[in-house]
């Protein structure tokens, strides 16, 4: 009778188990997909994909122009082009 239950508890665990595993790793896409967005340069024609390392380079910029931080996706267009040019010449 042991036997019979400890059995059914390992079932039900492992199926619990596998259930939560999808629902874990969605979060991860998510914060992911936070952490890393794609970025479009219109007067390059390209993209960037908008991850540490480009925040790295986005704050050396604000640094080197003497601007305080501003979240790039609140800078209007004219502030935004002025730092694709940066970019695009400190690569």
Excluded: C
Excluded at 36 to 59: A, F, I, K, L
């Amino acid at each position: 009778m042991l036997k019979k239950t400890f059995s059914a508890l390992a079932v039900i665990g492992a199926l619990g188990a596998s259930a939560l595993l999808p629902a874990t790793a969605s979060a991860q896409d998510r914060d992911r997909q936070r952490q890393e967005r794609r970025m479009y340069d219109r007067t390059h024609r390209d993209y960037h994909n908008w991850n540490g390392d480009e925040d790295r380079m986005y704050r050396e910029y604000l640094k080197d122009h003497h601007r305080r931080y501003l979240d790039f996706s609140r800078m209007n267009k004219r502030q935004q082009r002025a730092y694709w040019q940066w970019r695009h010449d400190h690569r």
